[in-house]
C-alpha cells in the first residue's frame, strides 16, 4: 500500500505501534520477520528520532497479529 513515504516505518513494540497507527484510524498491526529480512540482504535504517526504517517489507515476512 504505497503512500508518500520513502521508507517503511517500524515500530520498535508493539504498544508503539498501537500509539502511532491510531493517529490515523483504527490501527492494523503486523508482526515483521525483521532478522530473516537482514539475513535475506533485506538493509535497516535507524533514523535521528529512533525509528527503524527499511525500503520495503514483502508479505512473505508479514504475520498479522
Do not use: Q
Not at 34 to 55: Q, R
Amino acid at each position: 500500500m504505497p503512500k508518500s513515504r520513502l521508507y517503511v516505518h517500524l515500530s520498535k513494540d508493539i504498544e508503539t505501534a498501537k500509539i502511532v497507527g491510531a493517529r490515523y484510524g483504527k490501527p492494523l498491526i503486523y508482526l515483521v520477520d525483521a532478522m530473516m529480512m537482514n539475513k535475506d540482504g533485506y538493509e535497516f535504517f535507524l533514523s535521528a528520532n529512533g525509528v527503524w526504517l527499511t525500503k520495503n517489507v514483502p508479505a512473505k515476512y508479514l504475520n498479522k497479529l
